[in-house]
């Protein structure tokens, strides 16, 4: 359980990370802006991201391994 957290955090890290490099550099990166129901508020679903991936770190933390 606790790779699967991990997992799914560092995905959604990159997937964040992604989506604010589209909005400030204009690459064409990421699935956030692919989305039609987050159109115009991409930035927001990045950082969305970015934060939902530090809560899936700082649970997959407090888990046992095993």
């Known amino acids: 359980m606790k ?7 560092f995905i959604a890290l990159v997937q964040g990370v992604m989506g604010l490099l589209h909005e400030f550099t204009d690459w064409h990166i990421g699935l956030v802006q ?6 115009g508020y991409e ?3 990045s950082v969305t991201l970015i934060v939902l991936a530090l809560a899936l770190f700082a649970a ?5 391994s095993g």
């Not at 790779?3 to 955090?9: P, R, V």
């Not at 692919?34 to 159109?39: A, E, K, S, T, Y």
């Open 3 to 9: 790779q699967l957290l991990e997992l799914l955090g």
């Open 34 to 39: 692919r989305i039609d129901f987050f159109d």
């Open 43 to 45: 930035i927001y679903a």
């Open 60 to 64: 997959a933390g407090s888990r046992r």
